[in-house]
């Protein structure tokens, strides 16, 4: 498998399967990032949240979602051809994410093919899964991803 750093459009083969990423997530960065961003009661206050439906403290999805990023551009986007990406297709938050939780990702592509209208890129389509320390999804999203061409032919 081609490095991120080396990779083009041509190295994102379909059914190609991507292991990689670890990060501890803790109580202090669940509620410091939903007090600015989420600030819901199962985000913010623990002692609320054991009340809760959730039994306990839990990561915002959007605080999960960017720990996801952080992985994703790290391990698996090219570092030369990576252009901006159109969006993502769906986006599910399948398990709640809890203090001490460590997390990883498994991206699958999916899609691959070549742009018909701008020879030089192409689009990938990759399933990413976010999984916890017990290997269960936790999160789940289809990103597309645009990326330059090595032979632009």
Known sequence: MVAPAERYFEDYQVGMVDEF??????????????RRYDPQTMHVDAVAAASGRFGGLIASGWHTGSLTMRM?????????A?????GI????W??????GDTLRMRVTVVEARRSKSKADRGIVRSLVE??????????????????LCRDAG
């Not at 994703?72 to 030369?80: G, Q």
């Not at 990576?82 to 159109?86: G, Y």
């Not at 399948?94 to 203090?99: E, I, K, M």
């Not at 976010?130 to 990326?147: D, F, H, K, T, Y």
């Open 72 to 80: 994703f551009v790290e391990h698996y986007l090219s570092k030369v």
């Open 21 to 34: 990423g670890e990060v501890l997530v803790t109580a202090e960065e669940i509620v410091e990032f939903a």
């Open 130 to 147: 976010v999984l916890n320390q017990n290997g269960e999804v936790v999160m789940s999203q289809r990103p597309m991803n645009l990326m």
């Open 82 to 86: 990576t252009l901006p990406s159109p």
């Open 89 to 92: 297709d769906e986006l599910r």
């Open 94 to 99: 399948v398990r709640p994410v809890r203090p």
